[in-house]
């Protein structure tokens, strides 16, 4: 099955530094590629996507890159501010074939200090 | 509110005891999936149902079942508790396969 590897586990910036953080997939039939964010006593929720027929997909302070040969993905995440403070999941999933279930990435606990 | 419903919010009962956990998509999505959140598991799939039917299981224990009803909203039934069930239980729906999910808050499940 799919295994999807998420770095880093913990991304402390200050305010308007950069933030990126890296995920790698593993099953060449994965095709989309999700990004949630997760606040403190709530659910997570969608902030971007890609699908496999896109290289970089940008929504204002943030954008996704997709690397299909290297099989990694990476969200980044300009101009932080501290409601930027949560922890971001990545998610790899085929929209074909049987299972299209997504597998999750462990998790990065971004802190952006004022 | 993202449109997904869950309830309760929160959840304490002892061991050995059962729960229900229920969650209303959003409006028009047809699919629901169950996951399971702990601090060292991440986002644990359980299962999904589309339109009334299984779709997909995930790691979901014997002593936990789903269903889904025909207005769409679905219950997660947990039995003979464990402590280490503890946890968040998320209820999230989707429109189609390539779709991103829309989670709930989730019901935060205590074991004592």
């Known amino acids: 099955g799919e295994n999807v590897e998420q770095h880093p586990s913990t991304l402390s910036v200050q305010e308007g530094d950069s933030a990126v953080i890296k995920c790698t997939y593993s099953?060449?039939?994965?095709?989309?590629f999700p990004w949630y964010k997760q606040e403190l006593g709530k659910g997570p929720q969608l902030i971007i996507d890609?699908?496999?027929?896109?290289g970089e997909k940008k929504d204002q302070r943030i954008a996704v890159t997709l690397n299909k040969t290297a099989k990694h993905f990476s969200l980044h995440i300009t101009e932080t501010q501290p409601e930027d403070s949560a922890v971001y999941f990545c998610?790899?999933?085929?929209?074909?074939?049987?299972?299209?279930?997504?597998?999750f990435g462990r998790g990065t606990s971004l802190i952006v200090h004022p | 509110d993202s449109g997904v419903t869950q309830t309760p919010k929160h959840l304490i009962t002892a061991t050995g005891q059962r729960v229900t956990l229920r969650c209303s998509p959003r409006?028009?999505?047809?699919?629901v999936y169950w996951y399971q959140q702990s601090l060292d598991q991440g986002l644990q799939f359980l299962i999904q149902?589309?339109?009334?039917?299984?779709?997909a299981k995930g790691n979901i224990l014997e002593r936990f079942s789903a269903q889904q009803f025909p207005d769409l909203h679905s219950e997660l039934n947990l039995s003979s508790l464990e402590l280490g069930d503890s946890a968040l239980y998320f209820c999230a729906s989707s429109a189609d396969r390539d779709h991103g999910y829309t989670f709930g808050s989730g019901t935060r499940l205590t074991v004592v």
């Open positions: 890609i699908r496999s027929n896109v």
């Open positions: 099953d060449s039939a994965s095709n989309y």
């Open positions: 149902y589309y339109n009334g039917e299984e779709r």
């Open positions: 998610a790899a999933s085929p929209t074909s074939g049987g299972s299209y279930i997504p597998t």
């Open positions: 409006s028009g999505d047809l699919s």
